[in-house]
């Protein structure tokens, strides 16, 4: 994302967002199939998005800006979505009481939501994020950037929505377990 006017900084993040939490909805069900079978793995959003897949990318940009030393590209490619993570499984064991990983039973693992196995997965899928699928997103959003300036809203609408019905659904159901 290059420097631009602060509204269509924020359509665009908006659209890497939303378009990176569906493909991690996706790359987390294909993930399930090849393990276990089964074209399903709950995530904590009831529609087909994974937020951490959408915050990871869009700070990977943010912290990398224009560099291009490789050091610092491997290193960011590895702590942000490692970071990413972990912060995601605290707070959703705080707030929700339930742990939708665990990788406990892994060598390298931090009260199990990071473990050193996943965290090279991630520098890996990382890398290839920088060098492949981000910049042919980027295509795609000049192509699309007039659409999205009507549908964007819509569907961000649509993402607060599920996140406000999933908050609330969850919350319920960790209080209801509690008594």
Same mark, same amino acid.
């Given at each position: 994302?290059? $420097? ?5 900084l ?18 987390e069900n ?6 276990t079978?089964?074209?399903?793995? $709950?995530?904590f ?15 990977l ?9 490789p ?6 490619c ?5 970071a990413? $993570?972990?912060?995601?499984g605290y707070? *959703?064991?705080t707030?929700?009481?339930?742990q ?15 473990? *050193? /196995? ?20 980027? /295509?795609?959003?000049?192509?699309? $950037? ?10 961000? *609408? ?11 659904? /969850? /919350?319920?159901?960790w ?5």
């Amino acid at each position: 994302m290059d $420097e631009r006017h602060g509204d269509t900084l924020v359509a665009e993040s908006l659209f890497y967002f939303l378009l990176y939490s569906l493909f991690g909805y996706i790359l987390e069900n294909v993930y399930s199939l090849g393990t276990t079978g089964v074209f399903w793995k $709950e995530g904590f959003m009831k529609g087909p998005y994974k937020p951490m897949y959408g915050f990871a990318p869009l700070l990977l940009l943010l912290f990398l800006g224009e560099s291009r030393n490789p050091f610092l590209i491997v290193l960011l490619c590895l702590a942000v979505p490692t970071a990413v $993570e972990y912060v995601s499984g605290y707070l *959703l064991r705080t707030l929700f009481g339930r742990q939708w990983w665990d990788y406990s039973n892994n060598r390298g693992q931090l009260h199990g939501h990071i473990c *050193l /196995r996943f965290s090279l997965y991630w520098g890996i899928l990382s890398l290839g994020f920088l060098h492949y699928i981000h910049p042919l997103m980027e /295509r795609v959003y000049a192509g699309l $950037e007039s659409v999205w300036n009507i549908a964007g809203p819509a569907l961000l *609408l649509l993402f607060l929505a599920d996140l406000a019905w999933t908050y609330k659904t /969850r /919350r319920s159901d960790w209080k209801q377990s509690l008594i």
